[in-house]
């Protein structure tokens, strides 16, 4: 290939866009080619340099403090259970984004408190899911080996609800397992830790609704402490746990 | 607050105003908060924002009226040019003035100027810049490569502007 040829796909190669072939080729062409590396170098220096000068503009300390009001403070035109779902769901992310979640909460509402930012923070994830699948026997095997315990996931049939994937996750430290489940277009979390690695005691479904805006129910059983998380009613809420509780 | 300095910076920069850039980005976090409930799961968070403030932009007095002066993308972009003993770039080395970069990606038509700073200072991909902008990963690749282009040239022209100027300029001192 003639240098012309490369010269064209030049900032492709350096946007790091090329096909992986094609990029271990342009890297041995680049190496060997001292008209190729001098112009590659100036790209660089030109992207850097953009870059520098791109990232200019910071937003004043007032306009903050105004967004954030605003991302606390509901909107009128949205359902009443929408409303403090959205509000508190943005919230939850800017707390867990920015670290800056500061309280004295007990033990108990910080657990709840986190399994609603796990909650949250996966669904605005741009991959929420490690294991991608509707069947029951590909997720669980998926965990073997991952989480040093085994659960039993509920046969959905005749259900409303569809199974989506799982993925690991993390509570206090302790490694466990996250599923996430769709109803009507409502996506619930279900989370599984081993009960004694938890720090915080939990009554079963000890959860008041002023703690976290989502429904939530948290049951004990063989050993392992699950949740179940979402914006869908109580009811499905419950449904999805009673499926589990019956599976388990 | 996610992505909010990112998505401020990116309001200024399409704004060129501040006030405009504050609106744009308090628009923007109101319109995604009331649309939270549609927000996808699997589809990339940060798109969903940059193109929700991007649409909201482009349907502004400010956006309409820049979008009216882009030029259509052309089917295909002329071959670049070898690389030359003195580039805009090896000028920009030795002198490091940040300025005109600035006031070069701020001459950029708006369409170029976001597909290179989502690139450049978001580092987007390629397909993240194509979901963003709502137009195929081709014309990104096309944008993106005008944008250079064009920055380039403004570069050069205003860089050899300079140094003829600093020749002058010697010239008259060494006549003194």
Not at chain 2, 95 to 123: F, K, N, T
Request: charged residues 25%; glycine residues 6%.
């Amino acid at each position: 290939m003639v240098c012309e040829t490369w010269k064209a796909k030049l900032d492709t190669y350096l946007d790091g866009e090329l096909p992986e072939a094609e990029t271990r080729s342009f890297d041995g062409h680049v190496r060997s080619c001292q008209s190729c590396s001098a112009d590659a170098l100036t790209r660089v220096q030109m992207k850097r340099a953009i870059q520098v000068a791109g990232k200019r503009f910071t937003p004043s300390a007032e306009f903050r403090r105004r967004v954030q009001d605003i991302a606390h403070k509901p909107q009128r035109s949205l359902g009443l259970g929408w409303m403090f779902a959205i509000a508190a769901g943005v919230i939850l992310v800017v707390a867990t984004l920015t670290s800056t979640y500061v309280g004295t909460r007990s033990d108990r509402g910080q657990v709840f408190s986190e399994i609603a930012d796990l909650h949250v923070t996966t669904l605005a994830s741009s991959s929420p899911i490690d294991v991608i699948s509707t069947d029951r026997h590909t997720v669980k095997p998926w965990f073997q080996g991952k989480i040093p315990f085994a659960f039993n996931l509920p046969e959905l049939q005749n259900s409303d609800f569809s199974l989506l994937g799982g993925r690991m996750t993390y509570l206090e430290q302790t490694p466990g397992a996250h599923l996430i489940y769709d109803v009507r277009k409502h996506h619930i979390s279900v989370f599984v830790f081993q009960e004694q690695s938890l720090r915080a005691k939990l009554d079963d479904n000890s959860l008041s609704p002023k703690e976290t805006p989502f429904n939530m129910e948290t049951w004990s059983q063989g050993g392992l402490r699950y949740f179940v998380i979402g914006d869908a009613s109580a009811a499905d809420i419950d449904s999805l746990a009673k499926l589990f509780k019956a599976a388990s | 607050m996610p992505l909010f300095d990112q998505l401020y910076n990116f309001a200024r920069w399409l704004t060129r105003n501040t006030e405009e850039a504050e609106d744009l980005v308090q628009e923007t976090y109101v319109k995604a908060l009331k649309g939270f409930a549609s927000f996808q799961l699997g589809t990339n968070f940060r798109a969903w924002m940059y193109r929700i403030l991007r649409n909201t932009f482009l349907t502004s007095r400010t956006g309409l009226r820049a979008t009216m002066t882009v030029p259509l993308d052309p089917e295909q972009d002329e071959p670049e040019l070898a690389v030359e003993n003195e580039t805009p770039e090896t000028i920009l080395m030795k002198r490091s003035d940040s300025q005109l970069v600035v006031s070069a990606i701020d001459g950029l038509p708006v369409h170029y100027r976001e597909a290179l700073l989502l690139c450049e200072v978001e580092e987007m991909s390629y397909q993240e810049i194509a979901e963003t902008l709502s137009i195929p990963v081709g014309t990104v690749m096309s944008r993106l490569s005008r944008a250079r282009r064009a920055l380039r040239d403004h570069l050069g022209q205003k860089l050899q502007g300079d140094e003829a100027g600093m020749e002058i300029a010697r010239g008259t001192n060494y006549g003194l």
